[in-house]
């Protein structure tokens, strides 16, 4: 009697865990990849609306600064994994070349900024116009955004997206320009500024040529 019970708790056990599994699937969340094939929006479009949500998610600050730097990582972030995935999808050598140079200059940006970040800051008020300027740069990046229907392979989706993207971190450091007065945030977006333009014109004259 002793086995008898014994041996049917375990094919009880194994009856629910079995009946289980379904439901534990479905909780389970889709990686980016196959979310997309489901949800049929191209990945970079994908990427760019969570860099959106992490950008909205980002501490805000009293200082022009260091908002600004706060903003521009996880908008950097969202420019490495679209850098990520050309490079290891796309076909095109030379948008392949440029998502390797935009991934080293990102990766580099990001550690200059968190150094700022740690470093002491100018004490400057935050002109309450500054918000609203900051926040026109993303409302006119995704306005910007091409539409899923002209995404048609990796590398055009790739300069397509990346594009606005580009332009509405140089529209941000334009901001900061207009509202710091922290001279190593200054100096940084300017530099930010010279290095995105170069890609912008790169990545322009790829989707003219086809």
Known sequence: ??????????????????????????EMPMPMHQHTATTGKNIFLTMMDSMMVKMDQAPKDKSPGADFLLQMLPHHHGAIMMAQYEIKHGKNAEMVQLAKSILAEQQSEIQQMNLLLKAPANIE??????????????????????????????????????LPHHQAAIDMARVVLRFSKDDQVLAFARLLISNEQIEIEQMSAYLKSK
């Open 125 to 162: 008020m935050t002109d309450t116009l500054y918000q609203p300027a900051m926040s026109a740069t993303m409302g006119t990046m995704m306005a910007n955004l091409p539409q899923q229907s002209r995404l048609n392979d990796t590398d055009h989706a790739f300069a397509a997206v990346m």
């Open 1 to 26: 009697m002793y086995n008898y019970r014994s041996y049917l708790k375990v094919l009880l056990l194994i009856l629910f865990f079995l009946a289980s599994r379904p439901a534990f699937a479905q």
